[in-house]
């Protein structure tokens, strides 16, 4: 499975966008870019997917690098509900949780 | 929209007992899994379930751990006997083509 590296915190003032980075640098040409988030012990959520182009849905938006060795999720207009933390994934069978980056929106 | 349950919200039990968590996917889901997370730590895989058998399990999984899915609906996980360490959150997940889609959880406490 290829493996990702990301921040293991970052703020972000509430109303600005917040832009969580993801090394992917192993990734496999046919795997997808996943992200979901954990809020406090909540279930995990799925936030968004993508392969190659960028992706945006009602949540978030995708941008994955040409090579395909980065990708940068980005909310919007973040909220004081987005505090989180933040996983980004390359495989979505068995889905291997790392540390995340846990997200702190500042009011 | 569509979701995970799960039941019960909170399991408390004494060591050594059985317990049986319970899970209703997505109706139209094939995939599920089950998943766990000790305080504090991250969220752990445990196995995942496809055309009525496991398709791939942890080391976690041993044998005091057995999903089955009894019905069209229900998808279990049981413990046989219970240990203090089995204290966790319980995740339930199913996947249709894309994404997984989590229950709320089971905080099971083991006394």
């Known amino acids: 499975d290829a493996k990702t590296t990301q921040p293991p915190s970052m703020d972000c003032a509430e109303g600005r966008a917040a832009n969580l980075p993801c090394n992917h640098s192993?990734?496999?040409?046919?795997?997808?870019v996943y992200w979901y988030r954990q809020i406090h012990s909540q279930g995990p959520q799925y936030i968004i997917h993508?392969?190659?182009n960028n992706e945006t849905n009602e949540m978030a938006s995708l941008i994955i690098t040409e090579d395909r060795k980065s990708s940068t999720l980005i909310l919007p207009h973040a909220t004081l509900r987005d505090t989180a933390v933040y996983y980004c994934i390359v495989r979505d069978d068995k889905i291997i949780f790392g540390k995340g980056t846990r997200l702190h929106i500042l009011p | 929209e569509p979701e995970v349950t799960q039941t019960p919200s909170h399991q408390v039990t004494q060591m050594g007992q059985e317990v049986i968590l319970r899970c209703v996917p997505i109706?139209?889901?094939?995939?599920f899994y089950w998943y766990r997370q000790i305080l504090g730590q991250k969220v752990e895989f445990l196995v995942s379930f496809y055309n009525n058998e496991i398709s791939e399990k942890s080391e976690i999984f041993d044998d005091q751990f057995s999903v089955e899915r009894p019905d069209g609906s229900n998808f279990t996980l049981k413990i046989r006997s219970t240990k203090l360490e089995d204290s966790a959150m319980y995740f339930c997940?199913?996947?249709?083509?894309?994404?997984?889609?989590f229950g709320p959880g089971t905080r099971l406490t083991v006394l």
């Open positions: 109706s139209n889901h094939l995939y």
């Open positions: 997940a199913s996947r249709g083509n894309g994404e997984q889609f």
């Open positions: 993508g392969l190659k």
């Open positions: 192993t990734i496999s040409g046919n795997e997808y």
